[in-house]
């Protein structure tokens, strides 16, 4: 089954880290771009991270803080979140893109979500 | 950045009835412009992809339309478990934005 699971949501102090993990299967995870949405408590879905082969994109406004990782060997994606503030609170779903030369696809397929809470 | 505004914010319907839910782009995404369904408790769900593909599994009771600045999403003859968040979202440029969302109420 085609299928991504992510965990490592907490609850965190303001200025703390969290790693979260996103395990994916049921396709060949080396040949897609993954990433990171969110969606914080009552508000609209907002794009994080987007992690290539290559490298990774980031939204403004996590660059410096969040950075993002793939363990082609073992279909895992992860997201290290350091210097975390009240406003990262969210659910953060795990995506996995479209196959499109040239540039990022489309999220086609998402996961469940993972809580993040930044309080102190 | 690309700013995606969606209207209305909110539209109420009837099953049976038909939506169109619109999002605009501050500058052209060409005809890189997604629609997902969101739905409480649920992952999002990609609907259309490249204004007017049906991804895999999606009825064809919706339909997307548009290019440049100015984009539709249409279903017809509304469905029950058609009630939910619609978003538009862009990938012609970085950051990848997504519209505020519209919700479907049923009337």
Same mark, same amino acid.
């Given at each position: 089954?085609?299928?991504? $699971? ?13 790693? $979260? ?7 060949? %995870? ?54 975390? !503030?009240?406003?990262?609170?969210? $659910? ?10 040239? !540039?990022?696809?489309? %999220? ?13 | ?30 005809? @890189? ?15 259309? @992809? ?28 509304? &469905?029950? &478990?058609?009630?939910?968040? @619609? @978003? ?16 479907? &109420?049923?009337?």
């Amino acid at each position: 089954e085609v299928q991504l $699971l992510e965990s490592g949501g907490a609850l965190v102090q303001p200025g703390g880290s969290l790693r $979260l993990s996103c395990a994916a299967s049921g396709f060949t %995870f080396s040949n897609y771009a993954m990433g990171w949405v969110r969606q914080a408590p009552g508000k609209g879905l907002e794009w994080v991270s987007v992690m290539f082969n290559w490298g990774a994109k980031y939204a403004d406004s996590v660059k410096g803080r969040f950075t993002a990782s793939r363990d082609n060997s073992k279909n895992t994606l992860s997201l290290q979140m350091d210097s975390l !503030r009240a406003e990262d609170t969210a $659910l953060y779903y795990c995506v996995k893109t479209t196959a499109v030369p040239g !540039r990022v696809g489309d %999220f086609d397929l998402w996961g469940q979500g993972t809580m993040v809470t930044v309080s102190s | 950045e690309i700013v995606l505004t969606q209207s209305p914010a909110t539209l109420s319907l009837s099953p049976g009835e038909t939506a169109t839910l619109s999002c605009r782009a501050s500058e052209s995404v060409s005809y @890189y412009l997604a629609w997902f369904q969101h739905k409480p408790g649920q992952a999002p769900r990609l609907l259309i @992809y490249e204004t007017s593909n049906r991804a895999t599994g999606i009825p064809a009771r919706f339909s997307g339309s548009g290019s440049g600045t100015d984009f539709s999403l249409t279903i017809s003859s509304l &469905e029950p &478990e058609d009630f939910a968040v @619609y @978003y538009c979202q862009q990938r012609s440029d970085w950051p990848l934005t997504f519209g505020q969302g519209a919700r479907l &109420e049923v009337k």
